[in-house]
């Protein structure tokens, strides 16, 4: 038992709870313990196994996810973005590929424009649940971005040209049957947020752009560096244009095969990529073109 990590039990604890949409209050009342006590086991404070197996039943996930030992899986965005604030939070590496690029890179204007493409997606019966999980999804994206301009992680960010074009093309929209005029104004906010990107490969230190000439996969993945462990996620949500929040199952991990994998081919990536000004000169011709 000396060996277990009780602070990072104590954040999956957090994680699932959040995306069950559970207080506190709720999870106290039905174990039986205070309040203060479930903000100790989040806080990492030894917790018994007896009491791990109860939260785990009430969590709905295996015992061996809380603990470390098997994947995590996340059956909605609000606890896996949660998951990611708590790993990015203690990262000094994150090595992401995200379609068209990491939500951390866009501009402060994104984030309006991001909850209008959300309300264009949604379909004629939206429910209540997803309503609210949407905006405490909004909430925690904002605290990612806030995190990293606090803390500022090295990201190393795999970005396909290829799809920074297409962004460009559709523009900022949650759907494409919208008025010309609309979709006029979102290709213009598309094009200034790449242009914040290569601002920032000016202008941030602590940001390294790989482009490569070459569509991705669908599924977008961070592998984060942390000093006494590395994780992979995984994931089927989408940042950009025509977004999806609410549809899909994400995966956390800490497997060495999972990590070693995801390395390698990130590593095979970056090796057919260019970065720096160089990139920022292909971002800029692709620029000029359209």
């Not at 006590?37 to 030894?46: D, F, M, Q, S, T």
């Not at 379909?123 to 999980?133: K, S």
């Not at 500022?152 to 523009?171: A, K, P, Y």
């Amino acid at each position: 038992m000396s060996q277990i990590d009780y602070s990072a039990i104590g954040e999956r604890l957090r994680a699932y709870r959040i995306g069950r949409q559970l207080s506190a209050n709720q999870i106290a009342k039905q174990l039986g313990i205070s309040r203060a006590a479930v903000y100790r086991l989040e806080h990492g404070i030894v917790v018994k196994l007896d009491t791990l197996d109860r939260l785990a039943h009430l969590l709905k996930v295996p015992i061996n996810s809380l603990l470390g030992s098997e994947t995590e899986y996340f059956d909605n965005s609000l606890g896996y973005f949660e998951r990611m604030h708590q790993l990015e939070a203690k990262s000094t590496k994150v090595v992401s590929y995200f379609d068209p690029f990491s939500y951390l890179l866009t501009s402060d204007q994104y984030f309006d424009y991001f909850l209008r493409m959300l309300q264009e997606a949604r379909p004629q019966h939206f429910p209540v649940e997803a309503q609210v999980i949407q905006k405490k999804t909004l909430d925690i994206l904002y605290r990612r971005k806030e995190t990293f301009t606090k803390i500022n992680f090295e990201i190393n960010s795999i970005v396909s040209i290829r799809q920074i074009e297409r962004f460009l093309h559709i523009g900022l929209v949650g759907r494409l049957d919208l008025p010309a005029s609309t979709r006029m104004e979102r290709a213009l906010q598309a094009r200034r947020e790449v242009e914040h990107l290569i601002c920032q490969i000016e202008q941030n230190p602590h940001l390294n752009i790989y482009l490569v000439d070459e569509l991705l996969p669908n599924l977008t993945f961070q592998i984060f560096y942390q000093p006494t462990a590395s994780y992979v996620a995984v994931s089927p949500y989408r940042l950009g244009e025509l977004p999806n929040i609410h549809c899909g199952i994400a995966s956390v991990t800490s497997s060495t095969e999972a990590v070693d994998m995801h390395k390698h081919m990130a590593n095979e990536l970056i090796a057919r990529s260019v970065s720096g000004e160089e990139a920022r000169q292909q971002i800029l011709r692709l620029l000029a073109k359209l």
